[in-house]
Structure formats: structure tokens, C-alpha cells
């Protein structure tokens, strides 16, 4: 019998397959398709501003009057209807109907990728209504106009399925701009082409609720830049769109805005009127009736004439206030102990208090009467007591209203009182300091030339009465120095100009009144 040696018993496992090609290219697929939902595809062109190649129906083509320069805008009919009613207008004649043919597919596809989206752009019928700037029938110094030429159709921009080849110019290019942005160059002023293709941006960056490129900095540049742009709203009837945003740029000047204003208010008062800006509005009509008729060849012919209807409404207002306090302060008198109006028989040295008081007030608020001989060699008594002169007072300070009496007679001929000074002679009797106006020097002066009144203790009690007239008047005078200007008057501080170590004169604000009360009604547009 034989006998077979048994081999030992082996538990076979089954060796496990490399991974094939396939599940490697599967996973790859499944991490791919997952990615792929969170990514834009680079075949679908871009659709924001100022080109929405995907969803904007009208092309905008604006190019300088030489060609050289050149910006496309491709937008929506419905946001240029609804923020110009010239487009509104322009945009209901009918379009030609020009359907496109669908497009060849793409040579190359990737693994798994969905033709979904671009079938249904390739299906989308793509109508556009096309606009060029006008040179033809323009003028000189004149703003062209989008004109309609006849609509055409663009094919869909070719699709890249392959990133570009890096090229060395692309390096050079970022190299070039790095050593730009290390070394910045001083810009360039710009041409009036420049200016036209800037405004139009602007006007269309406001429609689609983007800030205008206008300068923050320089506030003369940001005026010229907001008025060009203002006028070219108006030629589309865009004002009410646009004129917010300038507003709300212009205020973010502040202080500096305000100033401004003052300097030229005829200039922003023209440019509120467009802008519907209330707060400059009201700040340059407060400086136009303060100052008027000094603007008034500014305004007429060049404004609406309904502003020049308010303006004189408002004139007429502030003179009758004037006209009303000036009858009080010629009326303010003292009383005696016993509580009688003062005369020279029961108070000879209070009466001339109130005679030096109503003759400073007409000398400083009426103008100088003219002399009746052309050549008057020999100067009248009335001629040097109402002379104007500065008086120093006892700290240096000088006066801005007429001396009474001067330190020395004048020869010169009297020139009429300006009507910017009454708001001045306003101010200096409604402030706080009693150096203003009727100093100490001054009443001295006007005391000795009554040799036997002239002692300290009339002196003393000559300068009392007179303070309490100043303080009669100044609560008189309290509608007229009221300010309603944003403008802080204090800023306003006049030089001195007596000496290097002498104080500064107290500002009294600007030289006309600035007390209109601008209302409701007095806006234009709201009316």
C-alpha cells in the first residue's frame, strides 16, 4: 500500500486587483461634477457692468470726436427706460426682428459636462438697440447726443474650453505695472473728449446705483466735474437720479463745501437748481439776498425765472425787517431817575449820550449825502464829523464802523456807504463786547469837545448811558443777526491790521445779513 504525503491545508486569499484606469477616472469624475457645481463655467461670458453680455439689450458706443478713444456699454432697455425719460421715449420705436442662427457646437467637450446652459444661450434670440455719439451735429462747446443707428446682432463671443499659454508679455505687463504702482506718475489734465467720455461713465454708473468718479479732494474740480455731469443728465432728463448722488457727493465736503459757497453763490445756487440739492440751495439763496443786487447780472437769463421771483420776494422781506428795527433803534431813549424821557433841560449830559448814539447809527447806516459843489476845497463841518475812519481802541483793536469823531479832519470826498456794510453795523451792535462801536477813545474824545463837561466822573458816567443804549440796541437788533447759514461765521475772522502785537478785531461775520429764512415754498421744484 502506498502512502501520499498530504500537503499542509493553506487558506487561500484571494489577492485583492489593483485599481483599474476606469474607477480611478470614475472618482475623478465624481469629485469633478462636484466641483463643478460651485465654479462658473469659463465658456459663459461676463454679465456685469458696463457690459452685460448675457442679459443687456441695448449697446452704447462712446467714442471721442477723433475715434482714438473709445467706450462700450452694453445695458438694459428697462433701467434706461426707468432712469431717463429720453430713453424711456427712444427705446419704444419697434426693433427689427433679426433672428440669429444657432451657432456650430464646440470641437471639444469634456468628460460629463452639460451642454444645458449653452444650448439655451445659443437658443436665446439676442436683440439690441444700438447708440453712437452724434459729432456730426455738434457744436463747438456743445455736449453730443446719443443718436439710434439701425439694430444689428453679435454673435456670442467664442468660448476658450482651454486656459491661454502664459506668454513673457503677460510678465512684462505685471512687471510694468508693479514699478507704476512703486513710482506713480502725476495724471494728466483732460481734454474736453475726455471729460465727454467721463461724464457719460458717470451717467451711466449712477443708473446702475454705482458712486460717480468724481474728485474728493479738490472741491473746485469736484464743482466743475458735478456740473458737466448735471447738464449732460438734463439733455436726458435724468435729473432726478443723478442729482442725489451729486448732492450727497458735494456734502461730503462739509465745511469746505460751505465756504465755497460763500465765495460764489450765484454758481452753486445755478447748480442746486439741478441738482434739487436742498442744504446748498439754501445756503447760496441766505448769501444771494444778503448780497443783492450784486449778483444779480449773474442770474438773470441764466436761471429759472421763478427763483428770481423768490429771490426778490425774499429781498423785499429783509427790507422791510430793516426798515422796522431801524425805526426802533432811532426810537431807543433813556429815562431819569424820575422816570422822564431825558432832555437837555432835566439831563444835559444823558441827552448827549443819546445824540452821540443816533448820529453814529446815521452815519453807519445811511450814506453820505453828496456834496453840491463838484470841487470842494474847503471841507464842511458836516463833511469831517462824518468822516470814516478807524479808531484804535485801548487794546489795539480797530473799529469797522464810521468814527464820529475823527482824530483828524478828512479832505477826501465822502463815498456812498456800501449796502453790504449793514449787516456788519448789524452785527458790531448786536455783540457782546462793548469795545465794538463807541469805545472808550471814542466817547473821550466826543466828551472833550465840551471842555466844561469833560471831567472823570462825567466821563464814567457819560460811558454808562451809553452802554445801556448798546444794550437797548443789541436786544433790538436780535432778527437781523440771526444766522441761518451752515457756515460757521466765527471762521470768518478779520486781520488785524494796527500792529504786529496788536489783538485781532472780533469778527462780526460777513458784510451783508444773512437772517432769510428759507421755507417750504421757497424750494422750485416743490412748487
Known amino acids: 500500500m502506498v502512502s501520499h504525503i498530504e500537503p499542509p491545508q493553506q487558506v487561500l486569499h484571494t489577492p485583492r486587483r489593483p485599481p483599474s484606469a476606469t474607477s480611478r477616472a470614475s472618482t475623478t469624475r465624481r469629485h469633478r461634477s462636484s466641483r463643478s457645481q460651485h465654479t462658473t463655467s469659463p465658456a459663459l461670458p461676463l454679465n456685469e457692468f458696463p457690459v452685460f453680455a448675457q442679459t443687456g439689450d441695448v449697446e452704447v458706443v462712446i467714442s471721442s470726436a477723433s475715434g482714438r478713444k473709445e467706450q462700450r456699454y452694453v445695458l438694459h432697455s428697462i433701467i434706461l427706460s426707468q432712469c431717463s425719460s429720453f430713453f424711456a ?59 439710434q443707428r439701425p439694430p444689428s446682432q453679435s454673435p456670442p463671443p467664442v468660448s476658450r474650453n482651454k486656459p491661454p499659454a502664459s506668454s513673457s508679455a503677460f510678465f512684462r505687463s505685471m512687471s510694468n505695472l508693479s514699478a507704476l504702482s512703486l513710482n506713480p506718475q502725476p495724471a494728466a489734465s483732460l481734454g474736453p473728449d475726455d471729460e465727454i467720455l467721463r461724464d457719460y461713465d458717470n451717467l451711466f454708473r449712477i443708473f446702475y446705483n454705482y458712486p460717480p468718479s468724481l474728485s474728493n479732494v479738490n472741491i473746485a474740480d469736484a464743482y466743475t466735474e458735478s456740473k458737466t455731469l448735471l447738464q449732460l443728465a438734463q439733455m436726458y432728463d435724468a435729473l432726478d437720479i443723478v442729482g442725489s448722488r451729486v448732492d450727497h457727493h458735494l456734502l461730503g465736503f462739509q465745511g469746505r463745501l460751505f465756504k465755497q459757497i460763500a465765495r460764489y453763490p450765484p454758481s452753486y445756487l445755478k447748480l442746486a437748481c439741478l441738482a434739487r440739492s436742498r442744504v446748498i440751495y439754501t445756503e447760496a439763496l441766505i448769501h444771494v439776498v444778503g448780497q443783492w443786487p450784486q449778483a444779480q447780472s449773474q442770474l438773470v437769463n441764466h436761471i429759472d425765472p421763478l427763483v428770481l421771483d423768490i429771490i426778490e420776494d425774499k429781498v423785499q422781506e429783509l427790507e422791510d425787517m430793516k426798515l422796522r428795527i431801524e425805526v426802533r433803534l432811532f426810537r431807543l431813549t433813556l429815562t431819569t431817575s424820575r422816570g422822564e424821557r431825558v432832555n437837555p433841560s432835566n439831563s444835559y449830559l444823558d441827552w448827549m449820550a443819546m445824540s452821540l448814539f443816533r448820529q453814529w447809527l446815521a452815519e453807519n447806516t445811511t450814506p453820505a449825502p453828496v456834496s453840491i459843489l463838484k470841487n470842494s476845497s474847503r471841507p464842511s463841518s458836516l463833511d469831517a464829523a462824518s468822516a470814516s475812519a478807524s479808531v484804535s481802541g485801548r487794546s489795539g483793536r480797530q473799529s469797522t464802523s464810521r468814527a464820529l469823531v475823527p482824530a483828524k479832519p478828512s479832505t477826501s470826498q465822502q463815498s456812498p456807504l456800501p449796502p453790504q456794510n449793514l449787516g456788519r453795523i448789524h452785527r458790531l451792535m448786536g455783540s457782546t463786547n462793548k469795545d465794538a462801536y463807541l469805545n472808550h477813545d471814542e466817547c473821550k474824545r466826543f466828551l472833550k469837545l465840551t471842555p466844561e463837561m469833560y471831567s472823570r466822573d462825567n466821563l464814567r458816567r457819560f460811558e454808562r448811558r451809553v452802554d445801556e443804549l448798546k444794550n437797548l440796541a443789541r436786544d433790538a437788533v436780535k432778527p437781523l443777526t440771526r444766522n441761518f447759514l451752515e457756515l460757521d461765521l466765527s471762521s470768518l475772522a478779520v486781520p488785524s491790521t494796527s500792529g504786529r502785537n496788536s489783538a485781532a478785531v472780533p469778527s462780526v461775520g460777513l458784510g451783508y445779513l444773512t437772517c432769510t429764512k428759507v421755507m417750504e415754498e421757497d424750494f422750485p421744484w416743490a412748487a
Open 89 to 147: 421715449i427712444d427705446l419704444k420705436r419697434p426693433l427689427v426682428h433679426n433672428a440669429l442662427p444657432a451657432p456650430s457646437p464646440a470641437p471639444l467637450s469634456r468628460i460629463g459636462e452639460t451642454n444645458s446652459s449653452r444650448s439655451s444661450l445659443d437658443s436665446i434670440d439676442v436683440r439690441r438697440w444700438n447708440y453712437v455719439l452724434d459729432w456730426h451735429h455738434t457744436r463747438d462747446n456743445d455736449i453730443p447726443r446719443l443718436i
